[in-house]
């Protein structure tokens, strides 16, 4: 589930994998379907198709300081000034998109 801007999109995706090879995708103890989803939203992630902060909200992670950690241990270590400036595009994205919505 990924809820951006008090919308609510929600995207199934299944995918099979035999059982011997399953284990080998994930790391011992983790659930398969978890590391499936941190791989495609840290792949995302790396080619800038997401924001750090859109990382956080899809694998629910509370804080930045949590999300440091999470990259960290994934060895994604690089915050550039172009990823700044990607992330702070779309934060005024988002505040535009909020001030126009009409207020109730």
């Not at 919308?7 to 978890?34: C, K």
């Amino acid at each position: 589930m990924f809820s951006y801007l008090r919308q609510t999109i929600a995207v199934e995706v299944t995918i099979e994998i035999p059982d011997e090879l399953a284990g080998a995708l994930a790391p011992a103890g983790q659930n398969p379907a978890r590391a499936a989803l941190e791989a495609v939203g840290l792949e995302a992630y790396r080619q800038r198709r997401d924001t750090a902060y859109q990382l956080r909200i899809l694998l629910g992670i509370g804080s930045r300081y949590e999300f440091d950690g999470f990259l960290k241990e994934h060895q994604v270590e690089k915050y550039t000034a172009e990823d700044f400036d990607h992330d702070l595009t779309t934060i005024r994205q988002a505040e535009d998109m909020r001030k126009a919505e009409p207020r109730a």
